[in-house]
């Protein structure tokens, strides 16, 4: 199976039309698209303005051609009023010799994963209105260190994480064109389960078995921590992001 992750920034208070487009132009559009077997729109819990479109297929190949087609860059285009605006800009002169500040619209973060599931409903429930949560844990790991990574968390961070009160699925996926990052995702009865398994304090004991094979950047600063007698759950080399669906439909 693979999963693909579309990312994207919008304009604050934005949800109720975003939402509104999925409903209409993007669910339709997918349960018709060969290949499609899942497709849900996310909310960040932590920024609200934040938005992830997940989708689940057959094949590699089935989203590919979706993305060839041209449909992707239809619903990009349609929701560009909407997105929050560039982060960048460049700076040249016009034809009356006036400087111009022109901005570089920022597409959206496209992450693709292989999946190691046989089912859909393994990632979301069949039942869109069901209250559940999804965490995405990405790790910067050090180069060399990928396969040592993938065996620590195999054999000793899945079993005690699928043991966690409301976990439902835990899985490690790799992304298909940058096989040295890697993500953890759990699905969550919802966010009060997730946000107890960390305060629980197991998700800094599992984390601490795979520190090693952390960036040096990592260490350094976990060292200064500990010096410093505070305490660390996330960092820039481990990033930590919770969503809750807004709608989703499983096509299968």
């Given amino acids: 199976m693979y999963m693909r992750l579309v990312q994207a920034v919008m304009k604050p208070g934005s ?6 487009f999925y409903e209409r132009e993007v669910i339709p559009s997918m349960q018709t698209t060969e290949g499609c077997l899942h497709i849900s729109l996310l909310q960040n819990d932590n920024n609200p303005d934040e938005f992830v479109s997940l989708s689940l ?4 190949r089935h989203a590919d051609a979706y993305e060839a087609g041209g449909l992707f860059a239809k619903f990009v ?6 997105s929050a ?3 960048e800009f460049t700076l040249h002169l016009g034809s009356d010799l006036k400087l111009r500040y022109d901005p570089v619209a920022e597409p959206p973060l496209v992450k693709a994963f292989d999946v190691p599931m046989h089912s859909a409903s393994e990632i979301l429930p069949r039942d869109p209105k069901k209250s559940i949560f ?3 844990v990405t790790p910067q790991i050090r180069d060399g260190m990928v396969e040592e990574f993938k065996n620590i968390y195999t054999t000793q961070i899945l079993p005690p994480l699928r043991e966690a009160p409301g976990c439902l699925h835990a899985h490690l996926v790799e992304n298909v064109k940058q096989p040295n990052q890697l993500v ?6 919802n966010r009060q389960y997730a946000e107890n398994y960390e305060r629980s304090g197991l998700f800094n004991e599992l984390t601490k078995k795979v520190e090693p094979c952390f960036t040096e950047i990592y260490q350094l600063k976990q060292q200064l921590r500990e010096e410093a007698g505070g305490h660390t759950i996330t960092s820039e080399e481990l990033s930590v992001e919770g ?10």
């Fill in 134 to 136: 999804l965490r995405i």
């Fill in 57 to 60: 297929w057959r094949q590699q």
């Fill in 184 to 189: 953890s995702l759990t699905i969550w009865h």
């Fill in 85 to 87: 605006g560039a982060s």
């Fill in 77 to 82: 285009a349609a929701v560009a009023p909407l």
């Fill in 243 to 252: 969503y809750k669906v807004v709608v989703g439909k499983n096509f299968m």
């Fill in 15 to 20: 949800l109720p039309q975003v939402k509104e």
